[in-house]
C-alpha cells in the first residue's frame, strides 16, 4: 500500500492509529489503577459499614432511640427497619464516594476530577445534614418519651408528646435545608414566616382562651383588696368612739 493511498486530503491515517493505540496502551496502566483503587476502597467500606452496623447494635442504639413518631419515620427508610444499619450504609457510601473520586483521579481526565472535586467539596455538607437529623430525631424520640413519663396518657400528655417532637422535626428540617444551601433565601424567610405565625397563634389563643380565667384573676384581687379594707376600717371604728367618749 502507498504513501498516497495512506493519506486522504492531507489526513495521515497510519500515524493517527498510531496516536490512537498509543493513547490507549497510555492509559491500560491508568485504568488498571483505577479498578485496583475501586476494588480496595469497596472492600474497606464494605468492612466498615459491617463493623459499624454489628457496633451500634451492640450499643443498642435502635432501642435507645425509643418508638416515638420520628424514629418510626426513620425505621422505613432504613434497610431492614435498623437505624444502625442505616448508619452503616451511610458510611458506606461516604467511603465509596472517596473510593470514586480517587479512582477518576488517577486516570487523569480533567474534566470528571474537576467534577469529582466539587462533590467531594459538597461532601461535608452532606454529613453535617446527616447529623442534624440523626440528633432531631434522638432529642424528639426523648421528648415523646419524657413527656409520656412525666405527663402520662393525658390530654396535655398527647399534646406535648405530639408538638413537641414535631416543632423539633420542623427546625431540624430548615437546619437541614440551610445547610444543604438550597434556596437560603426562601428557607429563611420561610423558617421567619412560620415562627412568626407560631408566635402570632400562641397570643392569639392565650389571649382569647385565657381572658377568662385573667379577669377572674383581676376581680379576686379586686375584691379581696375591698375586703381587706372594710375589715380595716370596721376594725379602728371603736377604738375612734372609746377615744372620743374618754374625752
Do not use: C, H
Not at 6 to 18: P, T
Amino acid at each position: 500500500m502507498s504513501a498516497a493511498t495512506m493519506q486522504l486530503g492531507g489526513f495521515d491515517v497510519l500515524n493517527s492509529l498510531e496516536r490512537a493505540f498509543t493513547t490507549l496502551v497510555d492509559y491500560i496502566p491508568r485504568i488498571i489503577g483505577a479498578l485496583i483503587v475501586l476494588l480496595i476502597g469497596y472492600i474497606i467500606a464494605r468492612l466498615l459499614r459491617t463493623g459499624l452496623t454489628k457496633l451500634f447494635q451492640k450499643l443498642r442504639l435502635d432501642e435507645k432511640l425509643g418508638n416515638g413518631q420520628p424514629v418510626q419515620y426513620l425505621r422505613r427508610f432504613s434497610p431492614g427497619g435498623s437505624p444502625s444499619a442505616l448508619l452503616g450504609t451511610i458510611v458506606f457510601w461516604l467511603v465509596m464516594v472517596f473510593t470514586i473520586t480517587s479512582a477518576i483521579g488517577t486516570l487523569g481526565i480533567p474534566a470528571l476530577t474537576g467534577f469529582m472535586n466539587l462533590v467531594l467539596s459538597y461532601i461535608p455538607n452532606v454529613i453535617a445534614a446527616i447529623l442534624i437529623l440523626l440528633l432531631a430525631v434522638a432529642i424528639a424520640g426523648a421528648i415523646g418519651a419524657i413527656a409520656q413519663r412525666a405527663i402520662g396518657n393525658t390530654l396535655l400528655g398527647r399534646i406535648v408528646g405530639s408538638a413537641g417532637p414535631a416543632l423539633v422535626m420542623v427546625i431540624a428540617v430548615f437546619m437541614i435545608l440551610t445547610q444543604l444551601n438550597i434556596a437560603p433565601i426562601i428557607v429563611s424567610a420561610t423558617f421567619i414566616a412560620l415562627v412568626g405565625a407560631l408566635a402570632l397563634g400562641s397570643a392569639l389563643a392565650f389571649g382569647l382562651g385565657g381572658r377568662d380565667a385573667a379577669a377572674e384573676m383581676i376581680n379576686a384581687g379586686y375584691r379581696r383588696a375591698q375586703e381587706e379594707q372594710s375589715q380595716s376600717s370596721t376594725g379602728n371604728g371603736p377604738a375612734e368612739g372609746r377615744s372620743s367618749g374618754q374625752l
